[in-house]
Nanobody
Framework: VQLQASGGGLVQAGDSLRLSCAAS????????MGWFRQAPGKEREFVAI???????TYADAVKGRFTISRDNTKNTVYLQINSLKSEDTAVYYC???????????????????WGQGTQVTVSS
């Protein structure tokens, strides 16, 4: 499985972005897909997950501003980010876990495959 993240950029506080993560493989619908981020000098942290059955959960820091979604016809998962804050500045990674069901995997070591990351920089 190969994951290609895109959509990052330099934006101003309050702006919106939509990150995309395109996955290879014919069984994308059976993957749980997660987004993580890593800010400079910090450990990678969980952001959001969408299960194969489209159940979602979010980190507390992003609830109400971030929305994860998936389009199985395009083998793509999205992360809509609204009301960006300077503390959202990070490299954002998508990850795939080859599992179906509704378990919500929030630990990065649970995931099987990772994309290369896309940089989001928010200026205040």
């Amino acid at each position: 499985v190969q994951l290609q993240a895109s959509g990052g950029g330099l934006v101003q506080a309050g702006d919106s972005l939509r990150l995309s993560c395109a996955a290879s493989g014919r069984t994308f619908s059976g993957y749980a897909m997660g987004w993580f981020r890593q800010a400079p000098g910090k450990e990678r942290e969980f952001v959001a997950i969408i299960t194969s059955r489209s159940v979602t959960t979010y980190a507390d820091a992003v609830k109400g501003r971030f929305t994860i979604s998936r389009d199985n016809t395009k083998n793509t998962v999205y992360l809509q980010i609204n009301s960006l804050k300077s503390e959202d500045t990070a490299v954002y990674y998508c990850a795939a876990k080859i599992v179906s069901g509704n378990h919500l995997y929030t630990a990065d070591q649970s995931y099987d495959y990772w994309g290369q990351g896309t940089q989001v920089t928010v200026s205040s």
